[in-house]
């Protein structure tokens, strides 16, 4: 059994992916095994956030004893991480594939990872937590390097660019499924929490000045359409901004390439020739 006190003295290698756990002697609770200790934690998870996952809740949601979970998991955070990595096998994989070039593919995986985040609130909270090193998660870390290497991006440049656009759905997955969370806890649907929610702040006077710079763009956007179609356009758009930045960056550091190539076959100082001054004829 792994301890809290054990993964403490090494935070930088804790990780349920990395440790090899003894099998208990006998036998567990019958009808009891691991998937289904994480799939009614996924349920708690989405219904109720991190904040109130505890082995004795989930223990009475499986009609088991707490003790019982222990057979096949050590702490909650190893049904964190189980649970996480689970949700990564969520991703449609066969849509990225099918995908026709680097640029569609990034998009269907921004638009699966969005998704993910949408579903499962807390796994925003959870990243930077965990290594997220599952076999789900490696999957499609894989396929996220296998687009973005397609880009034509030099390697050192590659990092930057899938920052650019998964730390974006990160943050937009996020905010949205948050928004989401909010108006469900307010029992009103995101339609009407959002036009009740703009009705406060722009009916009430000490607001006017300081939102008389965004009034066009507020009024654009209450006069678009849903709540949901409002979260896809400027998703799509915004990704499709990502896109052609990468498509430019790539042809500035094509067109750098030739320059120095050029500049090397001339002989000149990038190739360390001399340069030779010119003579009138």
Known sequence: MVKAADRAKNPARSSVWLETRTPRS??????????????????M????????????????????????????????????????????GEFDLAAVEAADGWRDRIRVLALEYRRM????PWMSPSAGQYLNIGPHAIAVGAKIHEAIGDTGLPMDRQPSATSAVFQFVYG?????????????EAGMSQDDFYVESIKAFRGDPSFVDALEPMAEILDERASH???????????????????????????????????????????????????????GK
Do not use: C
């Open 225 to 279: 359409g849903s709540v949901t179609q409002i979260w896809d356009r400027d998703f799509a758009y915004a990704l499709d901004v990502l896109v052609a930045g990468i498509e430019t960056m790539v042809s500035r550091e094509t067109e750098a390439g030739r320059t120095e190539a050029g500049g090397k076959r001339a002989g000149g100082p990038e190739a360390g020739g001399k340069q030779v001054p010119e003579t």
């Open 117 to 120: 985040l949408v579903r499962h």
């Open 45 to 88: 998870l989405d219904e109720e956030g991190l904040a109130k996952l505890s082995m004795r809740k989930l223990a009475a949601e499986l009609n088991v004893t707490a003790m019982s979970l222990y057979w096949y998991v050590d702490t909650k955070d190893d049904i964190i991480e189980f649970a996480m990595d689970s949700v990564y």
């Open 172 to 184: 937009y997955g996020t905010i949205e499924s948050q928004f989401g969370r909010r108006a469900a």
């Open 26 to 43: 006998g036998g567990g609770p019958a009808g009891l095994d691991r998937d289904r200790i994480v799939a009614a934690a996924i349920r």
